[in-house]
């Protein structure tokens, strides 16, 4: 037997075993391999010609597989243009920003999203499939409307990479970010991390993360109604909610470099358990945990300026 939520989302119901869910998964599990893939793919390509620690921080692990290191930069930097193939700096922007430029931080940030984001929003994914075969629908039915629930999630969050985006590119052009999408600017990354925590306090955040734990769905006012269409308005729904939740814990990637994929693990960590499993004091141990670091970084800054 498994057990469902509601259509007012907080009183669990008893319904069958779920119908062609597997298949589901397995579009959520592709989905999420291809971000992880390509951020992989990236770094990778990064690591031959780089110093990774300039990347963030515990990128520096990552100089142990550079069969370049301990050579002077300009040693790396020429035997890199004579062995390294073309695709070597795959996904990596140029500090020109051009059109192509732009484009490859835009895919950079999709990928983050689907690596991220994705495996949080499964537990979502589910409680719809499970709401949606309760009602006697079709198996293909299910499966088409279970899938455009997955699709309109990620909307929202490929609305989120432009945002993204647009500001990872103002902030270069400012002088704020390394060449390796790193902030070189305490003053950001103090910012961020402060921001950031102080919004795991406010209202918003709560209103969000419950509704995240417990899903209404729109169908209770409009029964039957299992098109395609309405299931990726309800994937909308469902994103924005995300969105509100998770915003600034994705943001912190600002602040520990942009390609720092040990803190994308550890962040979407972090994300997928805040928003799987009923706690008041996990999100408030992250906004703490944000807070005395931000707050030790600012206090840093201050005693420096101070000693000049």
Known sequence: ??????????????????????????????????????????VAAMVPSMDMAEAGPGMILFNQLNFMR????????????LCLPAGATFGMPSVALAGVDIAKIFMMWAMMTLAMMLPSATPMVKAFHQYVSIEGTQTKSVFSATVAVVFGYLAVWIGYAVVATTAQVGLSKLGALSDM????????????????????????????????????????????????????????????????????VMTVMFAVGLMNILWIALLGAVMALEKTFPSRAFPIGIGIFLLVWGGALALGMILGQGAT
């Open 1 to 42: 037997m498994t057990v469902l939520h509601s259509p007012d989302g907080l009183k669990p119901q008893i319904g069958e075993p779920q119908r062609g869910w597997p298949l589901v998964l397995l579009v959520v599990a592709a989905l999420t391999v291809s971000g992880w893939s390509y951020l992989i793919v990236m």
């Open 70 to 81: 301990g050579l002077p930069e300009e040693a790396r930097a020429a035997l890199a243009a």
């Open 181 to 248: 999408m790193a902030p070189v600017s305490m003053a950001l990354t103090t910012s961020v991390l402060l921001a950031a925590g102080l919004y795991q306090f406010t209202p918003a955040k709560r209103a969000c993360l419950e509704r995240c734990w417990y899903p209404r769905w729109s169908f209770a006012r409009n029964r039957g109604d299992y098109s395609a269409q309405s299931a990726f308005r309800e994937g909308l729904a469902q994103g924005w909610i995300c969105l509100g939740c998770c915003w600034a």
